[in-house]
């Protein structure tokens, strides 16, 4: 794998003191990414729809120091200094510092903050590094003008991915494919790519409603998740199995089968758990809600042949996916019965969006 593409040789350009904001969003995997090796490097190919609502705002304040013997940073998060978040953000420069060595020159101070409630069970760690990433990319690019968008986005993809691996697919939109598969042009297990094949009608604007079941702290990490793959018994036939999807998955995008898009991405849920059940040590990450909800959706489609599903991220929440031309009634379904079994009847109503922008003017909170 060709990873010094990415390493920066010496810049004829120099910088000062600059700021750049970039807002991010937060995605849902359709074929999901559970097992890897080092470094970050996916035991499959995974595929997600790009969020749109559900995004991290971040700005990095980079200002030249005198000496470049360790990277230097503070953080903000929504406003309040947050100490507790540094050990990860301090890891994730580490893990990228061959990449971006200029972050040793700069005394950085991140101010982040997200469009969605905190501790709210929806993984913040995809859009919040991501973000980080698109920062980074923009003082490289003030170094190095010449880099092309293509690459900015390669880079920042492939940098957020060593913070994550599912942040790897949150630098572009609607659909990302992470993860070297044979039928997917382009696609690499380094950074994620645009879906690459002309998508049907009927998956555009696609709805993701984001059900609350539970806002708590995961019991169980997903480093931990990812972990227990090593010896699981099924682990083979489980990335064999992910990659077959994505084949098939890759036709349903394309050919607009929504029935079948509908089997694939309930069963890739499904399956994503049944790995957790029969891990060693195992784990529950759903809720007795979870499953309600899941036999709601089930009875909804069989009593009004709505196309609505679901998936799941490693956690209790459930996400619904359906049509935009089913909004209307889909929503009312949510607000009026699926909202009660959410904590503080709390959901978030997204769509599917198009990744990374720059953001101008921005003042944060704690400016
Ligand atoms: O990016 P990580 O290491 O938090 O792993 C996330 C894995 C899932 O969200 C469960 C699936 C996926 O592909 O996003």
């Known amino acids: 794998m060709n990873t010094a593409q990415f390493i920066p040789s010496a810049f004829n350009f120099s910088i000062e003191k600059a700021t750049y904001t970039w807002q991010t969003p937060s995605n849902i995997a359709l074929i999901k990414y559970w097992g890897k090796s080092d470094p970050q490097i996916p035991k499959n190919a995974s595929i997600s729809f790009t969020l749109q609502n559900c995004h991290t705002i971040t700005s990095i304040d980079f200002v030249k120091k005198n000496t470049a013997s360790e990277i230097t940073f503070e953080l903000f998060f929504e406003g309040i200094k947050k100490e507790s978040f540094k050990p990860k953000i301090a890891q994730f420069f580490d893990r990228i510092k061959e990449y971006c060595p200029y972050i040793f020159e700069y005394n950085m101070v991140i101010n982040s903050e997200n469009s969605f409630p905190h501790s709210s069970g929806i993984a913040s760690s995809a859009s919040g590094l991501s973000a980080i990433a698109m920062c980074l990319l923009n003082l490289e690019k003030e170094l190095n003008p010449s880099l092309s968008s293509a690459f900015i986005n390669q880079k920042a993809s492939l940098l957020a991915r060593l913070g994550s691996g599912s942040a790897?697919?949150?630098?572009?939109?609607?659909?990302?494919?992470?993860?070297?598969?044979?039928?997917?042009?382009?696609?690499?297990?380094?950074?994620?790519?645009?879906?690459?094949?002309?998508?049907?009608?009927v998956f555009e604007n696609y709805q993701d409603a984001i059900l609350l079941v539970d806002k708590g702290e995961k019991q169980v990490s997903s480093t931990v998740g990812h972990n227990l793959m090593h010896k699981h018994p099924y682990a083979e036939q489980r990335f064999a199995q992910a990659n077959e999807n994505l084949t098939k998955l890759s036709e349903i995008l394309q050919n607009g089968d929504v029935d079948a898009f509908i089997n694939i991405v309930e069963s890739e849920a499904l399956t994503l758990h049944a790995m957790m059940l029969t891990s060693n040590p195992y784990f529950i990450l759903m809720k007795p809600n979870t499953l309600e909800i899941i036999n709601k959706i089930w009875k909804f489609r069989e009593e009004t042949k709505s196309k609505i599903c679901f998936t799941l991220d490693a956690g209790a929440n459930v996400h619904v996916l359906y049509p935009e031309n089913e909004k209307e009634k889909v929503n009312h379904f949510i607000q009026e019965i699926l909202a009660n079994y959410c904590q503080k009847k709390q959901y978030i109503f997204d769509t599917v969006g198009f990744g990374a922008k720059k953001v101008v003017n921005y003042r944060h909170k704690n400016h």
């Open 168 to 201: 790897s697919r949150s630098i572009e939109g609607p659909l990302v494919v992470w993860g070297n598969h044979p039928e997917i042009k382009g696609s690499s297990d380094l950074f994620g790519v645009q879906f690459p094949y002309k998508v049907h009608v």
